[in-house]
Nanobody
């Protein structure tokens, strides 16, 4: 059974870079058929897809966040990482990593999700 766990700082200052790591067990991030995603949920709002990295290492980002987003991986540690630059308080959210077979539907009822990590952007 696959498990995902987010880790990183819970507080980031405005204009800095948010960096989170997802550690995966029970599956390899280089396995086929899955997208390895970052998704967030701002307070009082719905889920927002940020981007994914594929088994091949290719990445794809939400157009609204693409200029500030980078997703990379360390296959030896079975981890993938999110970096979001130039953060503002509007980036405050619960951040999730998730293994999905499709990004057509972003819903916690589908796929495998980490428990989420609260990140607050504040000085």
């Amino acid at each position: 059974q696959v498990q995902l766990q987010e880790s990183g700082p819970g507080l980031v200052k405005p204009s800095q870079t948010l960096s989170l790591t997802c550690t995966v067990s029970g599956d390899s991030i280089t396995s086929n058929y899955y997208y390895w995603n970052w998704i967030r949920q701002p307070p009082g709002k719905g889920l927002e897809w940020i981007g994914y990295i594929m088994s091949s290492g290719s990445t794809y980002y939400s157009p609204s966040l693409e200029s500030r987003t980078s997703i990379s991986r360390d296959s030896t540690k079975n981890q993938f990482t999110l970096q979001l630059s130039s953060v503002t308080p509007e980036d405050t959210a619960v951040y999730y990593c998730a293994r999905l077979q499709t990004i057509a539907t972003i819903d916690k009822a589908f796929g495998s999700w980490g428990q989420g990590i609260q990140v607050t952007v504040s000085s």
